[in-house]
């Protein structure tokens, strides 16, 4: 393999990363609590003041995990998703109000640098254009994390790890890469959860159970102990059993047009072309990276209504269907793959003109 061109995707990416940080911080004084986008209602405890973002919580794990519930709407969801957080107070010295902003910056770019390289290697291992890795720092969702400070890009991070792992036999490896990013949030359970089902598929249940089993493990744990502490409400990640009906709730026409464009007509396409892909030659076409894009176009299809309220929450759900339909389509539909590349890159735009996102 050369490596000359995976390690450029990966200097590019972090000269972009960069520049969309500064930009940020020049419009915010360079302070990086700009990244936080903290509300006064949990911050500061008023009733009727801002809500802010989900970003916000993290933030408050990693300045003191210990009375950060004394912030939060509700401690058992906030602190699930506790590797992020944890890892920022790690790298900030125990929680130093200083440190803390930046060192929840810096993971996130740097496990989006890693995830772009990633991608890069498994692009080039099917002789695509390495370089359409980098649609994955173009995508809305993935901005949005980063401006936000969110749990996505870790746990997409190691899931997509464990899924290269997976595929050189490292099944050690993979295993506990996806055990910690459910740790990081519930997305990083979807490639593992689709391997597992792959495997039982394909009679191979002592695999299937070792991969599920294992990979699920923590995450069950640490909700468990989160139950008995506070109570985990479950309410806001109930599914909405009838496929895609959360659109319904998208009352504002421009958020429509927007959902509609970058997220069901994208998910439309690739069903056409999976579909028709699968019917024509089930033996060459039905493999694991067609059942992983199948299953996660199944878990956005049933996102609960909370998800559906915030349009850029939809986005954030989709992050792992970007990068499993850019693999599908590496081994099996190159020119989708440049189109659908094209117009998920182009979904930037959306938060550059958003005010207060960037400039």
Not at 71 to 100: C, H, T, V
Not at 122 to 143: C, D, R
Not at 320 to 349: E, Q
Request: net charge positive; hydrophobic share 55%.
């Amino acid at each position: 393999m050369n490596k000359k061109p995976i390690l450029s995707v990966a200097f590019v990416s972090l000269i972009l990363l960069g520049i969309f940080v500064v930009l940020i911080l020049n419009s915010h004084d360079y302070d990086p609590t700009a990244f936080v986008l903290s509300g006064s209602r949990f911050s500061q405890a008023e009733p009727q003041g801002t809500t802010g973002y989900d970003g916000q919580f993290a933030y408050y794990i990693a300045l003191d995990p210990s009375t950060a519930y004394r912030y939060m709407d509700e401690p058992g969801k906030r602190y699930q998703r506790i590797l992020l957080p944890i890892l920022a107070w790690m790298f900030s010295w125990g929680g130093n109000p200083m440190a803390a902003p930046w060192a929840l910056l810096g993971i996130n770019i740097t496990v989006v640098i890693l995830t772009v390289t990633l991608l890069a290697v498994m692009l080039q291992e099917q002789q695509s254009n390495p370089w359409l890795a980098l649609t994955y720092i173009f995508y809305i969702g993935t901005l949005f994390c980063i401006r936000a400070d969110l749990n996505e890009p870790l746990a997409v991070a190691l899931s997509l790890s464990g899924w290269f792992l997976y595929h050189r036999r490292n099944l050690t490896g993979a295993v506990v890469l996806f055990a910690l990013a459910g740790l990081a949030k519930e997305i990083g359970l979807i490639f593992p959860l689709a391997i597992a089902c792959w495997e039982l598929l394909h009679n191979q249940k002592r695999r299937a159970l070792i991969i599920f089993s294992f990979s699920l493990l923590p995450y069950l744990i640490l909700f468990g102990w989160l139950q008995s502490r506070w109570g985990v409400s479950t309410g806001s990640l109930m599914p909405n059993w009838l496929p895609f009906s959360g659109i319904a709730v998208l009352q504002d026409r421009a958020f429509l047009i927007v959902v509609a464009t970058w997220f069901l007509c994208p998910i439309v396409m690739l069903l056409i072309f999976l579909f028709k892909d699968i019917l024509s030659s089930p033996k060459v076409h039905w493999n694991l990276e067609s059942f992983l894009v199948l299953i996660n176009i199944a878990f956005l299809s049933i996102l609960p209504i909370e998800t559906w309220q915030d349009p850029l929450a939809i986005f954030r759900s989709a992050i792992p269907l970007v990068l499993a339909a850019m693999i599908w389509m590496a081994k099996n539909h190159r020119k989708l793959l440049l189109y659908l590349t094209a117009f998920w890159a182009s979904s930037c735009i959306l938060l550059f003109i958003t005010p207060g996102m960037v400039f």
